[in-house]
């Protein structure tokens, strides 16, 4: 008896000293150090709305750029070859048409594999402090390299694509002018982040009204602003991106989660990282910019409409259950985060309707010669020569995206988009 309870307290007593002596695993510090990348998050640090939960959206232009990678940046963000089996490429998932996701709940990739999670938007991406759900990467770099080895994404291996890009005189030729050393994997990942920063949007209502108040929000918004802050939304949703700045837990005990939305236990969150019981439930907060475009919603795709996520959110995370109107109004705000590139009204319209509403939003260069069809791959191949518009590459890639959905409206699952981008092959147009 006295001896077992000298036995137990030496070894209360040695405890802190053996936790001393066991050496943590450098990655997971790196991990828990990470600051994301500084001159995005903090840009606007300036403005005076900065020191408030609000912060606007800088030009794209007054962030730094490097042409040359960005371009090789959009080939390789449309080329399925980087996949294995040559059909998916990270705009299969993330199409300019639906807010640069795939309208699905959980994302297909090669084969029709099946991911876990839904497909986040890239667009504004780039303010994030991390990135995935469980913002297990540290950068856009790192992220860029994930979807490629995803056995369930594009299911390849990075040697074999690398071979593969060296084969390719397009891009032996790029590699060399925008990288000393080339093709290698840290190059692929920071060409392909380069691309996904151009996918910042800034053109907002909202950012127009945080920027030089113009105004631009309507008297619901405006409602729907208060509430989001009354009601403490803006406790997460904040800064640049409204979110994508911290980690959560979502709701606070796992039966009241499971009360609410049971798939959402299935899921190990930051835990899947981290290893550690604590960060189960917990998520990177999503930015909410383009969210009214980026349906279905939630790390696992569960509830279909914007109505269901913010009362959803009401009952998880501020406790409460939203009224209609709240509800509506809230809503109404989230809408006014949309960029106006996408037109507003495109989302809903029917796949006969789409080609024209995006060719009333091109310019007249682009406009003419293509009749009514929609562009094809040598018409395609051509505009990309000797163009360095950006916003003209993210209309095609939106045109581009838009083949093959004959059927139902945009917010219909997709028929086959993947078919209809490898067509194009990307890997050959020449340089622009
Ligand atoms: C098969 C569909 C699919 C493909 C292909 C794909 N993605 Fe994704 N993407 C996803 C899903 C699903 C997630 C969320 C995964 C997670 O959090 O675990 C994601 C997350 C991201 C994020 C993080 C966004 C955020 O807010 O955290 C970025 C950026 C991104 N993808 C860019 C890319 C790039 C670049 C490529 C090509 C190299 C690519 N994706 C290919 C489905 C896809
Ligand atoms: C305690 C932090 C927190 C608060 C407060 C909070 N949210 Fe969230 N929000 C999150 C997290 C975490 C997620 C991701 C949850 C998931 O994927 O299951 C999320 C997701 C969302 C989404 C879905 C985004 C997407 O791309 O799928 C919307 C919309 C949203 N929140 C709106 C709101 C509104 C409106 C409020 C106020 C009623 C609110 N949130 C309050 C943390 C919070």
């Not at 959009?74 to 294995?84: E, G, Y």
């Not at 925008?178 to 910042?200: C, E, F, S």
């Not at 403490?232 to 606070?252: E, F, K, P, T």
């Not at 219909?412 to 209809?420: C, F, I, M, T």
């Amino acid at each position: 008896m006295k001896k077992s309870l000298g036995l137990l307290m030496a070894v209360t007593l040695m405890s802190p000293l053996a936790q001393g002596a066991e050496t943590v695993d450098p990655d997971y510090l790196a991990f828990l150090q990470a600051r994301g990348e500084a001159p995005w998050i903090n840009a606007a640090a300036d403005h005076p709305l900065a020191n408030t939960a609000y912060r606007p959206l800088p030009p794209l232009a007054s962030f730094p750029a490097d042409s040359v990678k960005r371009d090789l940046g959009f080939d390789l963000f449309h080329d399925a070859s980087l996949s294995r089996d040559g059909t998916v490429g990270c705009n299969t998932c993330h199409m300019g048409m639906r807010g640069a996701t795939d309208g699905r709940a959980q994302a297909v990739g090669i084969g029709g594999a099946t991911g876990l999670r839904n497909t986040p938007t890239v667009f504004n991406a780039a303010f994030n402090f991390r990135q995935f759900w469980d913002g297990r990467s540290f950068d856009l770099d790192a992220q860029s390299l994930a979807p490629i080895t995803d056995p369930v994404e594009m299911g390849h291996d990075l040697d074999t694509v690398l071979e593969l890009l060296k084969t390719n005189p397009n891009y032996v030729s790029k590699f060399a002018e925008a990288y000393p050393d080339g093709v290698t994997a840290a190059n692929l990942g920071n060409a392909i982040a380069q691309h996904t920063k151009d996918m910042t949007r800034t053109d907002s209502p909202f950012n127009a009204h945080l920027n030089d108040s113009a105004n631009a929000l309507s008297e619901q918004a405006q409602r729907g602003w208060t509430r989001f802050n009354e009601l403490g939304c803006v406790s997460c949703h904040n800064g640049i991106n409204l979110g994508g700045n911290s980690y959560q837990r979502l709701g606070n005990t796992p039966d009241f989660v499971a009360a609410v939305r049971a798939s959402a236990l299935t899921d190990e969150g930051l835990a899947r990282r981290t290893q550690r019981d604590d960060d189960r439930q917990v998520f990177k907060v999503p930015g909410l910019h383009n969210v009214a475009l980026t349906a279905p919603y939630f790390h696992d795709g569960s509830v279909a409409t914007l109505e269901e996520a913010v009362a959803q959110m009401g009952e998880l995370q501020a406790g409460r259950q939203l009224d209609e109107q709240d509800v509506d109004d809230i809503v109404a705000f989230l809408g006014s985060l949309n960029s106006a590139f996408f037109g507003g009204g495109m989302r809903g319209m029917t796949a006969e309707q789409l080609p024209e509403a995006m060719r009333q939003q091109m310019p007249d260069a682009m406009n003419h010669e293509h009749g009514g069809q929609m562009m094809q791959g040598h018409d395609h191949q051509q505009m990309m020569q000797g163009q360095g518009n950006q916003h003209m590459m993210h209309m095609q890639q939106m045109m581009q995206n838009s083949n093959g959905t004959t059927n139902g409206t945009v917010d219909a699952g997709p028929a086959d988009e993947s078919a209809a981008d490898s067509s194009h092959d990307h890997s050959n147009h020449g340089s622009h």
